[in-house]
């Protein structure tokens, strides 16, 4: 029971974490210091598909599939859970650029908003004194 729950709970971070990845820039445009955490998951994200680098959340959900008796993730989350469910197969790489763009879209505007609110915050700074 408790290898199940920590499957299952490995299981809804994945998808936590690949919304995250893919609209967490947006949350820069409300909350700008989130701007940077986003670039560290963003840039470990990008290390899981270019470099291979291995997924912690992969590990204990295969850990949990391995023990309960059910197949295992050979190819990753994305490739078990989304590949051709959300898209078709040969539709990976549009998919991932569409994702890349839309955390270039999430960035530039994260960056728009800081250029348009910096001579606020100066001019809140200059009233303060």
Same mark, same amino acid.
Do not use: K
């Given at each position: ?5 920590? $499957? ?7 998808? &936590? ?12 445009? !409300? ?9 560290? &998951?963003?840039? *470990? ?13 992969? #590990?204990? +959900?295969?850990?949990? !599939? ?7 993730? #050979? ?5 078990? *859970?989304?590949? $051709?469910?959300? *898209?078709?197969? +040969? ?19 994260? $960056? ?8 606020? +915050? !100066? ?7």
């Amino acid at each position: 029971m408790f290898s199940l729950l920590v $499957g299952h709970t490995a299981m809804a971070l994945h998808f &936590v974490f690949l919304g995250f990845v893919v609209f967490g820039g947006f949350l820069a445009w !409300r909350w700008p210091r989130v701007f940077w955490v986003h670039l560290c &998951v963003a840039a *470990y994200a990008l290390g899981i598909v270019i470099v291979d680098w291995p997924c912690l959340l992969t #590990e204990v +959900e295969n850990w949990s !599939r391995s023990v309960t008796g059910r197949a295992v993730m #050979e190819n990753g989350f994305i490739d078990f *859970y989304l590949t $051709g469910t959300l *898209y078709p197969p +040969e539709h990976l790489l549009t998919s991932r650029v569409v994702m890349a763009g839309v955390v270039a879209l999430s960035w530039a505007g994260a $960056g728009w908003l800081r250029v348009r609110r910096r001579p606020r +915050e !100066r001019a809140a700074v200059v009233g303060a004194s």
